[in-house]
């Protein structure tokens, strides 16, 4: 089974500043690789598919990049609504798998 | 607007059974693959289970097999997910969930709350 790391568990940043969040593939999956942002108590959502594609209606601040086995999303300028955590996924098979997540919050 | 509304949550005893239903609204249902994703308390998101459109293709999490069964009904609007042998560890919110064409899961539902506890 692929398995999916995120790195780092947690970060705390400044408004303003960029934000990388890491998500690791065990073996190869194209680019089959979701991104989703769930604040506290609420529902999952979509932000990023195919590694890159923002979904409809997301700032444009996020942004997703990678291939294979390595990617990246990004927060340009890190807004106090981004507080959340941050989960990748992978689907290039109907077994998917959830990254363990990335906490993010403000300094 | 699409809409996905969970139900039959609750709480169970270890070993008992459990059945969720998800009733979909505002898409051609028969049209896509469907999940169920849970999430424990304070915990980060599994995925459980997915289902073809015909309900001919079932996967799931190594942890729910031989437990747990998805099954839909095209004519019903509805997916569900069968329960069985609960266990502790099972204890999370269950959310119905589709993709926009397979597994970039853009609708959610609210969830449902399953508590396995004696």
């Known amino acids: 089974d692929i398995q999916m790391t995120q790195s780092p568990s947690s970060l705390s940043a400044s408004v303003g500043d960029r934000v990388t969040i890491t998500c690791r593939a065990s073996?190869?999956?194209?680019?089959?690789l979701a991104w989703y942002q769930q604040k506290p108590g609420k529902v999952p959502k979509l932000l990023i598919y195919?590694?890159?594609t923002l979904q409809s209606g997301v700032p444009s601040r996020f942004s997703g990049s990678g291939s294979g086995t390595d990617f990246t999303l990004t927060i340009s300028s890190l807004q106090p609504e981004d507080v959340a955590t941050y989960y990748c996924?992978?689907?290039?098979?109907?077994?998917?798998?959830f990254g363990p997540g990335t906490k993010v919050d403000i300094k | 607007e699409v809409q996905l509304v969970e139900s039959g949550g609750g709480l169970v005893q270890p070993g008992g059974s459990l059945r969720l239903s998800c009733a979909a609204s505002g898409f051609t249902f028969s049209s896509y693959w469907m999940s169920w994703v849970r999430q424990a308390p304070g915990k980060g998101l599994e995925w459980v289970a997915n289902i073809k459109q015909d309900g001919s293709e079932k996967y799931y999490v190594d942890s729910v097999k031989g437990r747990f069964t998805i099954s839909r009904d095209n004519a019903k609007n509805s997916l569900y997910l069968q329960m069985n042998s609960l266990r502790a560890e099972d204890t999370a919110v269950y959310y119905c969930a589709r993709g926009l064409w397979f597994g970039e899961l853009s609708n959610w539902g609210q969830g449902t709350l399953v508590t396995v506890s004696s």
């Open positions: 996924q992978k689907y290039n098979s109907a077994l998917f798998t």
């Open positions: 195919a590694a890159s």
């Open positions: 073996q190869g999956i194209s680019n089959y």
